[in-house]
């Protein structure tokens, strides 16, 4: 049945294009960002179209506390992130940000900007160090840059996984530049391209759903979606969203939205419980079926007699037994004081 879903919702639903979200915490920062009922087409340029592909690209991106280089920089500590995300950012946006520095005499940018450095096509980035020079020159290549304006730009560097193999986006023009942003340790940084098919705007924009989507270049206002940086930690952000791979066709069919999510958790949740009791049942228990396996598998060797074949019968059921008795009982203590 689980195999067959696509096929048995196909006339109400669509997959394959985009999750469309089920649900956000309100604990999470992707719920600045994203609705209920919003698509999320792609992460880094790469489409996803199941769930699995959602975790597996956030996972991906993580970057580990171990891998960062640092500086310090006044009484903040920044890392430099290793995945080679860049932009090529104008040099006119560039001597713009120098402004920004040395706001409170502390050595950071506004709370509503990023803070980029330059980065080289061999893979390399450079930051200033950790030795003890002058603020001026620990700031001479980093810059103060709002991010929705420069995820606009276009990409360079080796770590966006959508263009790893596209050379061209290793350079940029001779009046732009390729600034990487700078991070925390620990933290990451991802492009979110989602789609609002069902808004209002969206619907009184376009006409009808049968319309395409937001592209994944279509990174400017829009009723119908658009793209978002993440800046974060991202292994408690892949599960604080609840996605689903099948989207109404329709409108009118948001009041049954729900009904694939709920369906494909609940085969699946069958799917868990129906493999757990079939590996129960087989165990050589008093009263399961495990008990005639095994005095069936006992026939066919020839090096037992009918009283031995009883004995390990009798041994076997006795120890497994008491064994499960005391497996299943931990289990239920562990539950009882995790919910109790």
Sequence with gaps: MALLLPLVLCPLYVSGDGL??????????????????????SVDGLNIRRTDDWMKMLAQGTVEKTSSHEFL???????????????CVPNSWMDASKNLWQINDKLSCPDELIVFGKFSCNGSAYFPGTDKVSDKKQ???????????????????NGWRGTEDDDSNCTCLEEEYCLVPVLTPGFSWIEISYARPYSLECLQKEGNLSSSHATNDNFGPSPCGGTFVYVG??????????????????????????????????????????????AVNCLPVYFLDGDAILETAL????WFNRRQQRVIIKVC????????????SRFLYSMTVYYG
Aim: hydrophobic share 45%.
């Design 73 to 87: 920089g006044g009484s903040q500590s920044y890392g430099a992130t290793n995945s080679g995300k860049g932009y």
């Design 299 to 302: 026939r066919y060797v020839a």
């Design 20 to 41: 469309i979200v089920m649900g956000v915490s309100q604990s999470s920062s992707l719920s600045r960002s994203l609705s209920v009922h919003d698509v999320i087409l």
């Design 317 to 328: 059921r006795f120890l497994w037994t008491v064994l499960s008795i005391i497996m299943f």
């Design 233 to 278: 930690d991202l292994s408690s952000t892949a599960s604080s969203v609840k996605l689903s791979p099948y989207r109404p066709r329709w409108a009118f069919f948001l009041l049954i939205a729900d009904v694939p999510y709920i369906l494909e958790n609940c085969l699946s949740c069958l799917l868990h419980v129906s493999a757990a009791l079939a």
């Design 139 to 157: 700031t001479e290549d980093l810059y103060c840059l709002i991010a929705k304006d420069v995820v606009k730009l276009k990409k360079c560097g």
